[in-house]
């Protein structure tokens, strides 16, 4: 069965610090999010992308993060500076359809980022 | 914004009780219901949803409930096993954005044996 991969599974790095989070989506899905987690949280929306471009992004995705499709298959989130905050379960996900006619989400096992 | 309530936040069943989770929404606009199971440590799995354009929906021991006019949806696991022992995410799709589904704050259901 096809799934979302991603990559690291898990990241340590310090304040400040620039981290990309990698994602595989699933080859036929058109619609790719980041969401995240926060240990003992829900798990809450970062941003969408479609057709090459940020369909919606929430008020956490500010300046400071990014996304990327840099090929036809990987998906990245960029955090430029990263912040105590930024500690997390990081969630990429996928889906066939997406907008008006909003489909299942296929979630990636996640990319806990740990900032010291 | 969007908002989804759930509730409650722990439920604890004796193995074969039935288990309920309610969540409301504030969008009356939105149509798209899904329920996330997710256990620990593990990602988000999609168990069961629901369009607005229907009341109910079953599969084998899991359905789902919506109520538009009241603006819930419910989740009912019957003849629950220890291996339902999870966190459950209700989400919904607001209208005015598609693009992204709004999470619940999480069940944790524990199945005693």
């Known amino acids: 069965e096809p799934e979302v991969t991603q990559t690291p599974s898990h990241q340590v790095t310090q304040m400040g610090q620039e981290v990309i989070l990698r994602c595989v989506p699933i080859?036929?899905?058109?619609?790719f999010y980041w969401y995240r987690q926060i240990l003992g949280q829900k798990v809450e929306f970062l941003v969408s992308f479609y057709n090459n471009e940020i369909s919606e992004k929430s008020e956490i995705f500010d300046d400071q993060f990014s996304v990327e499709r840099p090929d036809g298959s990987n998906f990245t989130l960029k955090i430029r500076s990263t912040k105590l905050e930024d500690s997390a379960m990081y969630f990429c996900?996928?889906?066939?359809?997406?907008?008006?006619?909003?489909?299942?989400?296929?979630f990636g096992e996640g990319s806990r980022l740990t900032v010291l | 914004g969007e908002n989804v309530e759930q509730h409650p936040s722990t439920l604890s069943v004796q193995e074969g009780d039935s288990a309920v989770i309610k969540c409301t929404y504030s969008d009356s606009a939105s149509n798209y219901f899904p329920w996330y199971k997710q256990e620990l440590g593990k990602r988000p799995q999609l168990i069961i949803d629901?369009?607005?354009?229907?009341g109910e929906k079953k599969d084998q021991r899991i359905a789902v409930t919506l109520n538009k006019t009241a603006k819930h949806f419910s989740l009912h696991i019957t003849e629950t096993q220890p291996e339902d022992s999870a966190v459950y995410f209700c989400?919904?799709?607001?209208?005015?954005?598609?693009?992204?589904?709004?999470f619940g704050s999480g069940t944790r259901l524990l199945v005693r044996p």
């Open positions: 989400a919904d799709a607001p209208m005015d954005s598609s693009y992204k589904l709004i």
């Open positions: 080859s036929n899905h058109l619609y």
């Open positions: 629901i369009r607005s354009n229907v």
């Open positions: 996900a996928s889906s066939i359809s997406g907008g008006g006619n909003t489909g299942e989400l296929f």
